[in-house]
C-alpha cells in the first residue's frame, strides 16, 4: 500500500494557556489524482490512504474534538514526576491502564490492549492497522484455498468445483460421491473423480438428458425373436404362442397334444385325434353302407354285395396332420402294402380327394409308394384323400383294390 500523511496544525498560546485547533482536509478532493492506477483514495484525519478498490476501511467517527477548538488546557498542572504512560503512586511509578480508564484513543472497532507505560489499538481479525484505520485483509492473494476463494469484509471463504466439496479444514477439496448425494441417475449411478455416470439396466437405453432410462422395444428390432408373437415389457420381452401351442423354451412354440393330456371332450364311441393347433374327436366306426367294420379297424365290401363289385374291397382310416407353408415337393405319407400275393402287380393311384392337384405319388417299389406335396398349402385345411393300391395277377385273371383314406388336417401356422 502507498500511504501519504499530512498535518495541518496551528497553534494559538496566550498567557498560560495553549490551544490546538485540527483543521481536517480532504486531500481526496483537492489533490487531483491522489491515487493512481488501480488504487483508490481513502480520507482520514490528518492525511489519506491510496488502498485497492476492492479494499474495506472501517473509518472512525467524526470527533467534535476534530472540528471543533478544544477547550484549552491549563499549562500550570501539577508536577508529574514519572514518565508519560504512568503515576505516581507513593515513592514509585505505576502503569496507567488507559483502556479501563477510557482515556485511549482506539476506534470502536478496534480493541483497546494494555501495555507497559501505553496501549495498542488492536482490529479485528481479517483486518489489517494502517494508520488509525483497520483495512481488510485480501486472504484470497495467500491461496489459500485449493480451487475458489472469496473475499469478504474481515473473512474469506473457500468454494470447489463441480464435483468436489470442501473437506473438513474447509480449504481443500475432495471428490463428492454424487451417488450417495442424490444423483438424479434413475437406475444406476457410478461415481468418478469429479463428477458421475448413470447407466441403465438391460432392455433400457439412457436418455439424452443422461439420466434417464428408456425402455427398448426389442420386438421392433427384428420379426425373428419369436417364433409366433414377441410381447414387448419393461426392460425385456417374451414370447407367446397361439391357442394349442405352448412355449419351448423362450421363443419356439410346439403343439399341444390335447389326445395325450386328456384335455380333449371325445366322448364314448369316438377316438381323439390331435392335430398342429387343436384336435379331433371322430368316430371309432367310420364305415358307411355297404361296407362293414372287420378287425383292425378296417372297412371291407363283402364280394356277396353287388355294389361292392365296382367298390374297393377294404378301406382302411389314416389321420395325420402337417404345418402350413412346407416346402415343396415335400414327402408327406408313405404307403405301404401289408399283403403281398406271389405273382402279383401292385400300382398306387390317388383315387379321389385331390381335385386341385395339389398331391402327388410316388411308386417306390412293387409293395410301397409315398404321397408328396406339389404346393404349398396354408391352413388351417383339411383334405380327405383316398390312395388306392390296385393289385393285378395275370396268372390267375384276378384284380383287386385297398384304399387307404387319409384325412390331412393343414395346421395355421408354420410350426
Known amino acids: 500500500y502507498v500511504m501519504y500523511i499530512c498535518f495541518d496544525i496551528q497553534m494559538t498560546c496566550k498567557a498560560k494557556f495553549c490551544s490546538l485547533f485540527y483543521l481536517d482536509i480532504n486531500e481526496c478532493e483537492t489533490i487531483q489524482q491522489a491515487c493512481q492506477g488501480e488504487m483508490k483514495c481513502f480520507n482520514h484525519y490528518g492525511g489519506y490512504l491510496c488502498l485497492p478498490r476492492s479494499a474495506s476501511v472501517i473509518t472512525a467517527p467524526e ?3 476534530q ?41 470502536p472497532s478496534q480493541e483497546c490492549i494494555n501495555t507497559v507505560g501505553t496501549y495498542t489499538c488492536q482490529c479485528p481479525d481479517g483486518y489489517s492497522k494502517i494508520g488509525i484505520e483497520c483495512v ?26 463441480p464435483g468436489f466439496q470442501l473437506a473438513g479444514n474447509n480449504r481443500s477439496c475432495v ?35 443422461g439420466y434417464s432410462c428408456n425402455d427398448i422395444d426389442e420386438c421392433s428390432y427384428s420379426s425373428f425373436l419369436c417364433q409366433f408373437q414377441c410381447v414387448n415389457e419393461p426392460g425385456r420381452f417374451s414370447c407367446v404362442c397361439p391357442e394349442g401351442y405352448e412355449l419351448v423354451g423362450t421363443r419356439l412354440c410346439q403343439d399341444v397334444n390335447e389326445c395325450e393330456t386328456g384335455v380333449h371332450q371325445c366322448g364314448e364311441g369316438q377316438v381323439c385325434v390331435n392335430i398342429h393347433g387343436g384336435h379331433k374327436c371322430v368316430s371309432s366306426n367310420r364305415c358307411q353302407e355297404p361296407y362293414i367294420q372287420v378287425p383292425e379297424n378296417r372297412c371291407a365290401c363283402p364280394v356277396v354285395k ?30 405301404q402294402a401289408t399283403s403281398v400275393y406271389p405273382g402279383s402287380y401292385n400300382s398306387f393311384r390317388i383315387r379321389s380327394g385331390d381335385e386341385n392337384e395339389e398331391f402327388y405319388i410316388r411308386q417306390i417299389n412293387n409293395i410301397s409308394a409315398m404321397l408328396v406335396l406339389a404346393r404349398a398349402v396354408t391352413g388351417p385345411k383339411e383334405y380327405v384323400l383316398d390312395l388306392e393300391m390296385v393289385s393285378v395277377n395275370p396268372l390267375m385273371n ?10 390331412i388336417y393343414v395346421g395355421p401356422h408354420a410350426f
Open 398 to 407: 384276378y384284380q383287386t383294390s385297398s384304399v387307404l383314406r387319409l384325412s
Open 63 to 65: 470527533s467534535s474534538s
Open 306 to 335: 353287388p355294389e361292392c363289385r365296382d367298390l374297393p374291397f377294404s378301406i382302411v382310416h389314416r389321420y395325420m396332420s402337417i404345418t402350413s407353408e412346407r416346402s415343396v415337393p415335400s414327402d408327406v405319407f408313405q404307403i
Open 136 to 161: 481488510d485483509i485480501d486472504e484470497c492473494r495467500y491461496r489459500y484455498c485449493q480451487h475458489r476463494c472469496v473475499n469478504v469484509p474481515g473473512s474469506f471463504s473457500c468454494e470447489c468445483e
Open 67 to 107: 472540528s471543533e477548538p478544544s477547550m484549552p488546557v491549563e499549562s500550570n498542572e501539577a508536577f508529574n514526576p514519572c514518565p508519560v504512560g504512568y503515576r505516581a503512586q507513593g515513592d514509585t511509578c505505576v502503569d496507567i491502564d488507559e483502556c479501563e480508564l477510557d482515556t485511549h484513543d482506539c476506534q
Open 175 to 209: 471428490d463428492a460421491n454424487e451417488c450417495e448425494m442424490g444423483a438424479p441417475c434413475q437406475q444406476r449411478c457410478y461415481n468418478s473423480f469429479g463428477t458421475f455416470l448413470c447407466r441403465c439396466d438391460q432392455g433400457y437405453d439412457l436418455g439424452p438428458d
